[in-house]
Protein backbone atom coordinates (compact mmCIF):
# COMPACT_ATOMS: atom_id res chain seq x y z
CA UNK A 1 0.00 0.00 0.00
CA UNK A 2 1.34 3.24 -1.20
CA UNK A 3 1.90 6.77 1.33
CA UNK A 4 -0.44 8.40 -0.65
CA UNK A 5 -3.37 5.83 -0.79
CA UNK A 6 -3.13 5.04 2.82
CA UNK A 7 -3.05 8.83 4.09
CA UNK A 8 -6.24 9.32 2.03
CA UNK A 9 -8.14 6.72 3.28
CA UNK A 10 -7.02 7.25 6.76
CA UNK A 11 -8.26 11.01 6.27
CA UNK A 12 -12.00 9.75 4.83
CA UNK A 13 -11.75 7.41 8.04
CA UNK A 14 -12.27 4.20 6.42
CA UNK A 15 -9.69 2.50 8.48
CA UNK A 16 -7.77 3.12 11.20
CA UNK A 17 -4.01 3.26 12.13
CA UNK A 18 -3.93 -0.73 13.09
CA UNK A 19 -5.88 -1.70 9.63
CA UNK A 20 -3.32 0.02 7.77
CA UNK A 21 -0.55 -1.24 9.70
CA UNK A 22 -1.84 -5.13 9.52
CA UNK A 23 -1.91 -4.77 6.13
CA UNK A 24 1.41 -3.33 5.13
CA UNK A 25 2.79 -6.44 7.44
CA UNK A 26 1.02 -9.04 5.21
CA UNK A 27 2.22 -7.55 1.83
CA UNK A 28 5.49 -7.60 2.90
CA UNK A 29 4.85 -11.19 3.98
CA UNK A 30 4.21 -11.97 0.33
CA UNK A 31 7.09 -9.94 -0.94
CA UNK A 32 8.98 -12.22 0.62
CA UNK A 33 11.00 -14.90 -1.42
CA UNK A 34 10.16 -18.43 -0.40
CA UNK A 35 13.24 -20.28 1.15
CA UNK A 36 15.20 -22.30 -0.35
CA UNK A 37 15.04 -26.51 -1.31
CA UNK A 38 16.81 -28.76 1.68
CA UNK A 39 16.88 -26.09 4.31
CA UNK A 40 14.07 -27.04 6.97
CA UNK A 41 11.39 -24.78 7.49
CA UNK A 42 10.93 -23.94 10.89
CA UNK A 43 7.82 -22.97 12.32
CA UNK A 44 6.27 -22.34 15.68
CA UNK A 45 4.65 -24.80 17.25
CA UNK A 46 1.19 -23.68 17.63
CA UNK A 47 -0.53 -25.20 20.56
CA UNK A 48 -4.23 -25.87 19.63
CA UNK A 49 -6.35 -24.39 21.81
CA UNK A 50 -8.59 -26.29 23.69
CA UNK A 51 -12.08 -26.57 22.65
CA UNK A 52 -14.95 -26.43 25.18
CA UNK A 53 -12.63 -24.83 27.75
CA UNK A 54 -14.15 -22.57 30.10
CA UNK A 55 -13.40 -19.24 30.83
CA UNK A 56 -11.22 -19.26 34.11
CA UNK A 57 -13.95 -17.17 36.45
CA UNK A 58 -16.41 -19.19 35.33
CA UNK A 59 -14.62 -22.59 36.70
CA UNK A 60 -13.65 -20.41 39.66
CA UNK A 61 -17.75 -19.54 40.50
CA UNK A 62 -18.68 -23.23 39.28
CA UNK A 63 -16.06 -24.50 42.00
CA UNK A 64 -17.60 -21.86 44.76
CA UNK A 65 -21.09 -23.23 43.85
CA UNK A 66 -20.57 -26.73 44.59
CA UNK A 67 -21.26 -28.07 48.00
CA UNK A 68 -18.72 -29.62 50.20
CA UNK A 69 -18.31 -33.11 51.09
CA UNK A 70 -19.29 -33.04 55.04
CA UNK A 71 -15.97 -33.91 57.08
CA UNK A 72 -16.18 -37.56 58.28
CA UNK A 73 -16.11 -37.85 62.19
CA UNK A 74 -13.68 -39.46 63.60
CA UNK A 75 -14.00 -42.58 65.94
CA UNK A 76 -12.79 -42.02 69.21
CA UNK A 77 -10.37 -43.90 71.07
CA UNK A 78 -12.14 -46.26 73.58
CA UNK A 79 -10.99 -44.70 76.86
CA UNK A 80 -8.73 -47.51 78.80
CA UNK A 81 -10.33 -48.48 82.32
CA UNK A 82 -8.82 -47.36 85.51
CA UNK A 83 -5.88 -50.11 86.85
CA UNK A 84 -6.75 -51.41 90.49
CA UNK A 85 -3.65 -50.21 92.24
CA UNK A 86 -0.77 -52.23 92.61
CA UNK A 87 0.20 -53.74 96.00
CA UNK A 88 3.11 -51.88 96.33
CA UNK A 89 1.01 -48.55 95.69
CA UNK A 90 -1.64 -49.79 98.13
CA UNK A 91 1.07 -49.73 101.09
CA UNK A 92 2.72 -46.72 100.04
CA UNK A 93 -0.83 -44.91 100.33
CA UNK A 94 -1.79 -46.66 103.72
CA UNK A 95 1.89 -44.91 104.81
CA UNK A 96 0.88 -41.48 103.78
CA UNK A 97 -2.17 -41.37 105.36
CA UNK A 98 -0.42 -42.69 108.38
CA UNK A 99 1.94 -40.62 108.19
CA UNK A 100 -0.65 -37.51 107.92
CA UNK A 101 -2.58 -38.51 111.01
CA UNK A 102 0.09 -38.62 113.09
CA UNK A 103 1.63 -35.13 111.84
CA UNK A 104 -2.11 -33.80 112.52
CA UNK A 105 -1.60 -35.16 116.11
CA UNK A 106 1.31 -33.68 116.70
CA UNK A 107 0.41 -30.63 115.37
CA UNK A 108 -2.51 -30.80 117.60
CA UNK A 109 -0.40 -31.50 120.64
CA UNK A 110 1.90 -28.37 119.75
CA UNK A 111 -1.09 -25.77 119.82
CA UNK A 112 -2.04 -27.71 122.85
CA UNK A 113 1.65 -26.79 124.51
CA UNK A 114 1.73 -23.61 123.12
CA UNK A 115 -2.02 -22.32 124.47
CA UNK A 116 -0.66 -23.77 128.19
CA UNK A 117 2.31 -21.80 127.90
CA UNK A 118 0.22 -18.65 127.50
CA UNK A 119 -1.85 -19.46 130.02
CA UNK A 120 0.82 -19.94 132.96
CA UNK A 121 2.33 -16.79 131.46
CA UNK A 122 -0.99 -14.71 131.93
CA UNK A 123 -0.91 -16.05 135.29
CA UNK A 124 2.34 -15.37 136.73
CA UNK A 125 2.05 -11.93 135.32
CA UNK A 126 -1.31 -11.02 136.77
CA UNK A 127 -1.61 -13.67 139.51
CA UNK A 128 -3.00 -11.66 143.03
CA UNK A 129 -0.71 -12.82 145.60
CA UNK A 130 -2.87 -15.17 148.59
CA UNK A 131 -1.56 -14.97 151.89
CA UNK A 132 0.01 -17.99 154.01
CA UNK A 133 -2.39 -17.82 156.89
CA UNK A 134 -5.23 -15.75 156.17
CA UNK A 135 -9.27 -16.30 156.29
CA UNK A 136 -10.69 -19.37 154.98
CA UNK A 137 -12.77 -19.14 151.41
CA UNK A 138 -15.00 -21.86 150.54
CA UNK A 139 -16.29 -22.48 147.02
CA UNK A 140 -17.58 -25.37 144.72
CA UNK A 141 -15.69 -27.28 142.38
CA UNK A 142 -16.55 -29.95 140.40
CA UNK A 143 -19.27 -30.49 143.47
CA UNK A 144 -16.82 -30.54 146.13
CA UNK A 145 -15.80 -27.65 148.86
CA UNK A 146 -12.42 -26.28 147.88
CA UNK A 147 -10.65 -24.14 150.68
CA UNK A 148 -7.99 -21.53 150.09
CA UNK A 149 -6.56 -18.53 152.12
CA UNK A 150 -7.59 -14.87 151.62
CA UNK A 151 -7.61 -11.67 153.40
CA UNK A 152 -10.43 -9.38 154.23
CA UNK A 153 -10.10 -7.45 151.14
CA UNK A 154 -9.89 -9.92 149.16
CA UNK A 155 -12.98 -11.52 150.15
CA UNK A 156 -14.48 -8.68 149.58
CA UNK A 157 -13.18 -8.20 146.09
CA UNK A 158 -14.23 -11.85 145.54
CA UNK A 159 -17.74 -10.26 146.87
CA UNK A 160 -18.29 -7.92 144.10
CA UNK A 161 -16.97 -9.99 141.14
CA UNK A 162 -13.28 -8.27 141.13
CA UNK A 163 -11.82 -11.10 141.39
CA UNK A 164 -11.83 -14.80 140.12
CA UNK A 165 -10.54 -18.07 141.49
CA UNK A 166 -8.88 -19.99 138.81
CA UNK A 167 -7.56 -23.65 138.80
CA UNK A 168 -4.42 -24.35 136.64
CA UNK A 169 -2.49 -27.01 136.85
CA UNK A 170 -4.00 -28.28 140.26
CA UNK A 171 -3.86 -25.19 142.01
CA UNK A 172 -6.17 -22.33 142.64
CA UNK A 173 -5.44 -18.74 141.72
CA UNK A 174 -6.64 -15.25 142.34
CA UNK A 175 -7.07 -13.44 139.22
CA UNK A 176 -8.79 -10.24 137.74
CA UNK A 177 -11.74 -10.83 135.33
CA UNK A 178 -10.09 -9.46 132.18
CA UNK A 179 -7.38 -11.88 132.61
CA UNK A 180 -9.80 -14.60 133.54
CA UNK A 181 -11.18 -13.87 130.16
CA UNK A 182 -8.21 -14.02 127.96
CA UNK A 183 -7.57 -17.37 129.88
CA UNK A 184 -10.80 -18.55 128.89
CA UNK A 185 -10.41 -17.41 125.20
CA UNK A 186 -7.47 -20.19 125.52
CA UNK A 187 -9.39 -22.84 127.06
CA UNK A 188 -12.87 -22.97 127.53
CA UNK A 189 -13.08 -26.06 129.98
CA UNK A 190 -10.85 -24.50 132.15
CA UNK A 191 -12.75 -23.82 135.64
CA UNK A 192 -13.16 -20.07 137.22
CA UNK A 193 -15.41 -19.18 140.40
CA UNK A 194 -17.31 -16.11 140.76
CA UNK A 195 -18.04 -14.83 144.40
CA UNK A 196 -20.54 -12.27 143.17
CA UNK A 197 -22.64 -15.14 140.84
CA UNK A 198 -22.52 -17.52 143.72
CA UNK A 199 -24.13 -14.65 146.16
CA UNK A 200 -26.52 -13.54 143.49
CA UNK A 201 -26.85 -16.66 141.27
CA UNK A 202 -26.21 -14.23 138.31
CA UNK A 203 -22.56 -13.92 136.40
CA UNK A 204 -21.30 -10.84 136.98
CA UNK A 205 -18.76 -11.29 133.96
CA UNK A 206 -19.67 -12.77 130.47
CA UNK A 207 -18.23 -16.18 130.33
CA UNK A 208 -17.96 -16.43 133.81
CA UNK A 209 -18.28 -20.07 135.17
CA UNK A 210 -21.01 -20.66 137.62
CA UNK A 211 -20.35 -24.14 139.43
CA UNK A 212 -21.83 -22.76 142.89
CA UNK A 213 -24.56 -25.55 143.26
CA UNK A 214 -26.01 -23.19 146.39
CA UNK A 215 -26.12 -20.07 144.05
CA UNK A 216 -29.76 -20.01 144.89
CA UNK A 217 -29.27 -18.86 148.33
CA UNK A 218 -28.09 -15.46 149.18
CA UNK A 219 -24.86 -15.56 150.93
CA UNK A 220 -24.05 -12.69 153.71
CA UNK A 221 -21.24 -11.04 152.49
CA UNK A 222 -19.53 -10.54 156.26
CA UNK A 223 -20.07 -14.63 156.23
CA UNK A 224 -17.36 -16.30 156.99
CA UNK A 225 -16.93 -20.59 156.51
Given amino acids: MSSSLRDQLLQLGLVNKAQVNEAERQQQRRERPPPRAGRPHHQQAQHPQPQH ?11 QGQSQPAPTRQAQAPQPRPQPPSPGQAAQAAKIAR ?5 QKQRVKAEKRARHAEIKQLI ?19 KKIRQIR ?11 GELLVLRFDGRYHLLPPEIAARIRERDERIFI ?18 DDAYAAFVVPDDLIW
Fill in 53 to 63: QKPQHQQSRNK
Fill in 99 to 103: DLAIN
Fill in 124 to 142: EQHVVARPIEGEAYNFLDD
Fill in 150 to 160: IDPAQRVLLSR
Fill in 193 to 210: HSGAAAASAAPSEPGAAV
